[in-house]
């Protein structure tokens, strides 16, 4: 034995056998807070970005995966040191059967030698393995924790974070309000006669009838427009709509959902009240005079409107290039309000520039005073007399029973019929139009590249993270203590005192004088 303890010197101080493991545990220590704060500082620096192109998001999966790696082999090497220093501690502290003691000595080999060691072992072993099966388990979820609290997804289309790119898309196009879905460049450009108007007109009135279901936003200054992904918005301020017109791209296939706001089109409606002069009622319809710019004029309105709203549209360019005059006549079975209102809309702006389109994806005029007075383009045939001369055929109008969507419930004032009424029936039809009206396709659009996006629930990803060290610093620092303490009580607790035991523990002492234990 004495040559032995020659060859193999082992510490005699408690401080040196706690600076030998404190060194080996430190360094692996080192490993795991390095890994831990590269993790952080990588998923920080991406989840900055609005948005993650194919190959920054693969290289981040790549980071992620390499530091997941680490995480994982240093912590499982780190673990089973701990577990090498346990049973160094457990295995000098009592004498064991044959049985117990093997499985103590490979307690760092397995988890399943762990669970044997329960099963077979002495309450205080079971209280070991219970508590190291759960520090396992703890250290085991962080580690899965941190890569279900982060990962990289397609981006979601409600936050609008994607690159916008050159490519093949469709978008809508205003040249001719028909049905049909995708023209050809060469069939944008309308004829304008009768006809062709008329057919507009009415085309552009059942859109708008069928927006009712359209969204819109509602918004006090134009910072917030930035905000606006797809469809109307209401300026409260300035009463002005401002109405987005978006390009499709190719890739998304029919759907509608994938989208980039390419171009916009404000448009307005100013009213004022009327003083009605006279009004009769002949042969089922409702003859209303009244003077208008100094002029004296007459309406003759099929069928009496009693409990009516009724809108009528002037297809003559009487108040503007791009506006279309529209009288609304509110009437109850004790009031009857005529209301005189001039709706414009502007010109075709690209959306985030105050770059004026010139091309095929304007506005033409002709198209502006069609939308303008969209919602008086129903199949009500209006006669009209000005200065005592016949207008008919000049006059196009709609009604709406009061209370429904379209027409007000109550005795309206002229802002409640400019805003929430005319100009919105107009704002409502770029909707309808802009996602189901014709499109024209091309290879030059502005559209929402695919890409992704980085989530990470800090709260949680952060946790694990600290976690997984300070379980780590615990666990070293207790391991010191332990072996320290008892090398100080019973001497070393080193690996060679593990695999070379005592002899009293090999050979147990008997009382039989013909038997001795071997030197």
Request: proline share 5%; aromatic share 12%.
């Amino acid at each position: 034995m004495a040559s032995e303890d020659s060859t193999n010197p082992q510490p005699t101080d408690k401080h040196q056998q706690a600076g030998r493991l404190f060194i080996r545990f430190f360094g692996r220590w080192l490993i795991t807070a390095a890994a831990s704060g590269a993790f952080v500082g990588v998923t920080k620096s991406y989840s900055t970005r609005p948005y993650l192109e194919r190959n920054s998001a693969n290289v981040y999966n790549a980071i992620n995966s390499g530091l997941t790696i680490i995480l994982a082999l240093n912590l499982d090497a780190s673990l089973n040191a701990f577990a090498a220093t346990l049973k160094e501690f457990v295995l000098a502290r009592h004498d064991y059967p044959e049985k117990i003691t093997a499985l103590i000595k490979e307690f760092d080999a397995s988890k399943v030698n762990i669970i044997k060691l329960f099963w077979y072992g002495q309450r205080g072993l079971r209280v070991i393995c219970v508590v190291w099966l759960f520090l396992v388990l703890v250290a085991q979820v962080s580690l899965a924790l941190v890569g279900l609290t982060s990962g990289v997804n397609p981006t979601s289309i409600d936050k609008g974070n994607f690159p916008i790119i050159k490519g093949n898309g469709i978008t809508a196009v205003f040249t001719n309000i028909g049905y049909t879905n995708v023209v050809d460049y060469g069939d944008t450009e309308p004829e304008n006669s009768l006809y062709n108007l008329t057919s507009q007109r009415s085309t552009a009135f059942v859109y708008g009838v069928g927006a009712v279901n359209s969204p819109f936003i509602s918004t006090k200054t134009e910072d917030d427009f930035s905000s606006v992904f797809h469809g109307v918005t209401f300026n409260t301020t300035s009463r002005e709509y401002i109405n987005g017109i978006s390009n499709y791209p190719a890739w998304a296939g029919v759907s509608r959902e994938w989208n980039c706001l390419a171009r916009r089109a404000q448009s307005k409606a100013e009213c004022e009240l009327v003083r009605v002069t006279n009004k009769t009622t002949v042969d089922d319809k409702t003859v209303i005079t009244f003077n208008s710019y100094n002029r004296s004029q007459i309406l003759s309105v099929p069928m009496a409107p009693l409990d009516y709203t009724t809108y009528i549209s002037d297809t003559n360019q009487t108040c503007g290039a791009r506006c279309t005059r529209v009288y609304v006549l509110f009437s109850t079975q004790d009031d009857l309000d005529l209301f005189l209102c001039n709706s414009t809309i502007g010109l075709m702006y690209r959306f985030y520039e105050d770059v004026l389109v010139e091309d095929i994806l304007a506005l033409p005029d002709t198209q502006a005073r069609i939308l303008a007075g969209a919602i008086g383009w129903g199949d009500l045939d209006i006669d009209g007399f000005q200065d005592g001369v016949s207008i008919t055929g000049r006059f196009q109008g709609s009604s709406f029973p009061n209370g429904s969507f379209w027409a007000p419930s109550r005795r309206p004032n002229e802002y409640t019929i400019s805003d929430y009424f005319i100009a919105r029936f107009t704002a409502l039809t770029f909707s309808v139009i802009d996602e189901y009206g014709p499109h024209i396709e091309s290879s030059d659009l502005d559209i929402p590249g695919r890409a992704f996006q980085l989530d990470v629930r800090w709260r949680y990803f952060n946790l694990a993270l600290i976690l997984i060290p300070s379980l780590q610093a615990v666990l070293a620092l207790v391991c010191i203590f332990f072996a320290s303490y008892f090398r100080s009580k019973r001497g070393a607790l080193t690996p060679s005192a593990v695999s070379n035991p005592p002899s009293s523990i090999t050979n147990p002492p008997t009382l039989d004088p013909t038997q001795h234990n071997s030197p």
